[in-house]
């Protein structure tokens, strides 16, 4: 999977400032006054950086519809790459359903950016702190370009998993680690159902697991890194002696597993070139793209007009 990540290592720190979203609030979407605001000096002191946090932002019936359609796009294109789209009224193709969703989500935050990277992930897996980049730019040019914001949009959470499997941002970090500094301010947003989360593109950020993970002793940490790497060797032989079948029962059997389903998007900006190697979703070459909106009509409305963001007034 390549989801442009620039890697560092975790270092300790000896003081951390902690932010949680709360749960029950019923924010100003629409608006734009979020659930949690933190603001952070940057690295350098001069800049400050804001991680925000917006509750219902999607009704829990449009989740689980996002999260089935986004299910269904990884098997068709048989790969969990990102994806782009151009926004209106820039685009030349017709919006997807789920690129609709994040449209209205965006419009509604106020951010009129034109490109939009996206995926989709539903497995509870440790990600190392990192900042998505352009890696093809970085390795042939040398050039260190992030997005403008990055955005995770929460769809379903397992029980057993709700309050201990947060994203973690480190608003003051960015795209890298400044190892001089002792303070480190850490913000820690629960994964919620609905819940939106936003931040600026060259903020690092992470998602612990388990939760306490950099808690642990450093021959614990070791251990779990050994157990993680025989899992994933495990996986990768599953994957070679079964095929993936994209039928409805298989999806369904899927769902089943569905740990903590996030969409993650950002926005790029028009000062730059979209992000290289990645592709727009095409959809079945089997229809017609007028064929194509007319069942988009038929199922979620006019541009996709019953999956929009829920904006409180």
């Known amino acids: 999977m390549n989801h442009k990540y620039f890697c560092f290592p975790l270092l300790l720190f000896s003081s951390v400032t902690f932010g949680f979203g709360l749960y029950g609030s019923s924010p100003k979407f629409g608006s734009r006054v979020p659930l949690l605001s933190v603001s952070a000096l940057s690295q350098d002191e001069n ?3 804001d991680v925000r946090v917006f509750d219902n932002v999607f009704h829990p019936t449009v989740c689980e519809v996002i999260r089935a359609l986004s299910v269904e796009g990884t098997f068709r294109r048989d790969s969990e790459e ?5 926004r209106p009224p820039s685009n030349e193709t017709a919006l997807t359903p789920i690129e609709h969703a994040m449209d209205s989500a965006l419009n509604s935050l106020g951010d009129m950016s034109r490109l939009v990277e996206y995926w989709y992930r539903d497995e509870f897996m440790n990600i190392d702190t990192h900042v998505d980049i352009d890696e093809i730019e970085l390795e ?3 050039n260190l370009r992030a997005p403008k914001f990055s955005h995770v949009l929460y769809l379903q959470v397992k029980d057993e998993l709700k309050g201990n499997c947060p994203t973690c941002v480190f608003p003051s970090q960015q795209v890298g680690w400044n190892s001089k500094k002792i303070d480190v301010d850490l913000v820690a947003v629960p994964a919620v159902q609905g819940r939106l989360l936003r931040f600026p593109g060259s903020a690092m950020h992470a998602v612990p697991c388990p939760a306490n993970r950099w808690l642990l002793t450093d021959d614990e940490e070791a251990l779990l890194r050994e157990e993680e790497e025989c899992y994933d060797d495990d996986e990768d032989d599953l ?5 993936y079948e994209d039928d409805d029962e298989d999806n369904e059997q899927d769902d089943d597993y569905i740990e903590r389903a996030v969409l993650l998007f950002n926005t790029w900006s028009d000062d730059g070139p979209p992000p290289r190697d990645v592709l727009k979703d095409y959809e079945s070459e089997l229809h ?14 006019v541009d996709a007009e019953l999956l929009r963001c829920e904006p409180k007034s």
Not at 82 to 86: A, D, R, Y
Not at 290 to 299: G, L
Request: net charge negative; charged share 35%.
């Open 47 to 49: 800049t400050c950086v």
């Open 82 to 86: 990102t994806c782009i789209f151009i």
């Open 140 to 142: 042939k040019e040398g």
């Open 239 to 243: 994957d070679d002696e079964n095929d």
């Open 288 to 301: 017609t793209e007028t064929q194509r909106i007319a069942e988009w009509h038929a199922d979620y409305g």
